[in-house]
């Protein structure tokens, strides 16, 4: 049951980042957020659907709520208290300590676990969308920079996680 959520959750958050993707790529920049909804719905449900079917993950599901929880911490963290840029390299280093805790299923999920970051990241955003957050400075910045980056970080550790446990297999061999 546990696997199948994760793998939910990592195709889900795949599906949201491709439906992102597409609409950068299609839509024009003043397109309003009302008419884009169904498209991030869309991608959403569809890479769920996908992912109760082919669904063998576990990274990517855990880099989905890390993205989406980490998003949602700093909205609230910078309409409650005062910005600090050190808050948000606080939370890239809790996608280091988890992503090096959580075990990759398969290069399949080493592939989606960025993409499952950042949808989670894309995800957190749209609930927050009317919050108006360029009015604190630099708390935009800061959360495009953890949800970029802890997707690329996510990538990373999940590499070097599977490197690391593919040396230690190959030297028991010798």
Do not use: C
């Not at 208290?81 to 399949?108: D, G």
Request: net charge positive; proline share 2%; glycine share 10%.
């Amino acid at each position: 049951m546990k696997k199948e959520i994760m793998s939910i959750l990592g195709f889900g958050g795949l599906g949201i980042t491709l439906s992102f993707f597409l609409i950068v790529m299609v839509y024009p920049s003043y397109t309003a957020m009302e008419k884009l909804m169904p498209l991030y719905l869309g991608g959403l449900i569809l890479g769920g659907i996908f992912g109760m079917v082919k669904g063998n993950i576990n990274a990517s599901g855990y880099a989905f709520i890390l993205g989406f929880l980490i998003t949602t911490v700093l909205h609230l963290l910078w309409i409650s208290f005062p910005f600090k840029v050190s808050y948000a390299f606080a939370f890239l280093a809790l996608v280091v300590f988890v992503m090096w805790i959580v075990e990759s299923t398969s290069t399949l999920d080493i592939a989606v676990t960025p993409f499952a970051y950042f949808g989670g990241f894309i995800l957190a955003a749209i609930l927050f969308r009317n919050v108006e957050m360029y009015k604190i400075e630099g708390s935009v910045m800061s959360i495009v920079l953890v949800g970029v980056a802890g997707a690329g970080i996510s990538l990373l550790m999940s590499m070097f996680k599977a490197f690391v446990e593919t040396a230690q297999t190959a030297k028991k061999k010798i």
